[in-house]
């Protein structure tokens, strides 16, 4: 299957900043979130291709890599779902000004790892602890991650002199490609480690505790620096990154540091006014409803919302009031409602300012196709 051009997945112009990326990621994640579509495997699929888009788009040297070369690139190169390198491998020194370059036999630091942490908007408004359990490769700790045994040294590949790679000679070109012998080390271990084999690294899985910080959002990372996978040969471990996943709420929507709430009210409430009680994250609030408002009114309880992740305040929350319309009226209360309409009709009052605008709008508009 043919992916799709990731700009045109999260909508968005190939200038787009990070800013504006990880809007558009936030919005779509909300749409096609699974807790928000239970057993629709398509939305699934593109809450996958979304969440494959943001990840490479985010991170500068992919992003880099991907405008350049498209997906072949990324796919080349370990693909768009790990952090790994590996690209110097296949197109030999033309990465290397991204990357920095590979140094003296593939001495490139380990892999970047990624985590999608969960969370629900209360967790992610007040922020938590959390124990998180990664497997990942860790410096043997036998050898030290020489990948050799007690008593013995790895020695320079005689093939690329401890470089790692081999130039070959096509006509007019030079090309670089990965040692066939040392595989990129640049060493080569006569007498191998028994626990790590000679890879000077063994899998396995690490407990880590992660604090998250009050206020962030989906599309939000945070870096654990050097809790990636340890580099060969005793090169320094790449970062972890904890990709934050908001799941969506059943009251609440949000949008940065506001949230909003629909909340609705009876006919006589609008009409008449009256208290209403409506829920926050720090518990219930009381709001005060004129009367004659509206279906749509929107109140503001401020610093209600959301904390900036970043500082500088607290977001507020916006209720929008929805009038209520009556159902499974009883004979009686039919009646009343009749008698009402009558004596607002009879009424030479305009009760109805909305209704009355409109239809004068749409009588000019109707006069101005006949004229």
Partial sequence: ???????????????????????????????????????????????KEISEAYEVLTDPARRQVYDRYGHEGLQRGGGASDFGGGFSDIFGDVFSDIFGGGGRGGQRRGSDLRYIMELTLEEAVFGLERSIKIPKLETCEVCEGSGAAAGSKPKDCPTCR???????????????????????????????CAPCRGAGRVRSEKTLSVTIPPGVDTGDRIRLSGEGEAGASGAPAGDLYVQINVKPHEIFERDGTDLYCSVPISVVTAALGGELEVPTLSGNASVKVPEATQSGKTFRLRGKGVPNVRGGGIGDLMISVVVETPVKLDKRQRELLREFGESLAKSNERHSPEASSWLEKAKRFVDGLKS
């Fill in 162 to 192: 401890g470089m790692g790679q081999v130039r070959i000679q096509q006509g007019f070109f030079t090309l670089q490609q990965t040692c066939p012998q040392c595989r990129g080390s640049g060493r080569i271990v006569a007498d191998p």
């Fill in 1 to 47: 299957m043919t992916k799709r051009d990731y700009y045109e997945v999260l909508i968005i112009s190939k200038s787009a900043d990070e800013g504006e990326i990880k809007k558009a990621y936030r919005k779509l994640a909300m749409k096609y979130h699974p807790d928000r579509n239970p057993g629709d495997t398509e939305a699934e699929e593109k809450f």
